[in-house]
Structure formats: structure tokens, C-alpha cells
């Protein structure tokens, strides 16, 4: 059962890159939102918000079995901030990369309120809130782009 806890937890293993473990596991964010976006928006936020609590078990599991709290090599918490930042957007190249670059920076960057949760939010779920507060954010700036400017593309078909 650690063992796929770490694996889960890890993003496969992705977690464990030696170079920017958190960017590389986000990626796994982009063919988990593209499946949920082709479920449809409320079966997406349904998705998402199931896996906050998931996402928030697996990392106190991992965090309890490897004695350590939001290590870099959990990204699971980045796997669900992605998904975040990509709800409600339309399914296009565009949105894919925006979702990915404004999500990153806001997860790294934390602005207030972002680093005020990392900091004080414990355990699995203080892992992944501050992830989530960084995908409301980074989605927040995608929506009014998408909603007054053509960059993020039309829906791609099939």
C-alpha cells in the first residue's frame, strides 16, 4: 500500500525529477483535465472537488509514511491546482498551455492569500490548499481572458 501511496502521491515518480520536480509533475494535470473536460462541465467540478479530498488523502498518507510535510516530491497537489485553473475553459491548445504558465506562476509565486495558507494549513490538506488556491487564482485570470479576448481559442471538436 506505500507503494502506491508514493506512486500516487509522487505523480508516478515524476515528483522525484532532480529539476523542478513540482512544473514536471503538473503535467499529468493536462491529460486529466482534457478526460474531464470531455464529461462536461458539472461532471468536471464534480470531479475536481473529489479530488481536492482525494488528493488531500493520499498526500497525508505519503507525508505520515515519509515522515515529512509538502515535500517537492508530492505533486499530486499540483495535479489538482491544474485541473482547477482549466475548469470552465474552453478545450483548446491555448488553454492547455495558459492553465499550465498561470497556474505555475501563482503557485510559485504565492501572492496573498496563497502563501499565508501554505503556511499555516497542516497536514495532507494544508499540501494541497494552497494548490488550489493557486489553481482558483490562476482560473480567475484565465476566465476574464477568455471572456474578453479571442486567446484562448475555440473548442476543439472530436
Do not use: C
Not at 514536471?24 to 473536460?37: F, N, S, V
Not at 506562476?105 to 492569500?113: A, G, L, N, S
Amino acid at each position: 500500500m506505500k507503494r502506491i501511496v508514493e506512486g500516487l502521491a509522487t505523480g508516478f515518480y515524476f515528483g522525484k525529477s532532480p529539476y523542478m520536480p513540482g512544473t514536471i509533475g503538473t503535467l499529468w494535470g493536462i491529460p486529466l483535465a482534457w478526460l474531464m473536460m470531455k464529461a462536461g462541465p458539472v461532471l468536471y467540478m464534480v470531479i475536481a472537488v473529489v479530488g481536492v479530498g482525494i488528493a488531500s488523502v493520499i498526500a497525508e498518507l505519503h507525508e505520515r509514511n515519509s515522515q515529512t510535510h509538502d515535500a517537492g516530491e508530492i505533486v499530486i497537489d499540483e495535479v489538482i491546482g491544474y485541473v482547477i485553473a482549466a475548469t470552465w475553459l474552453p478545450v483548446t491548445w491555448q488553454t492547455f498551455v495558459a492553465a499550465f504558465v498561470a497556474f505555475r506562476v501563482f503557485d510559485i509565486w504565492k501572492p496573498f492569500p496563497i502563501r499565508q495558507i501554505d503556511q499555516k494549513a497542516k497536514g495532507g490538506l494544508g499540501t494541497v490548499l494552497d494548490d488550489v488556491a493557486a489553481g482558483i487564482a490562476a482560473n480567475m485570470v484565465l476566465q476574464l481572458i477568455y471572456g474578453h479576448t479571442g486567446w484562448l481559442g475555440e473548442t476543439l471538436r472530436g
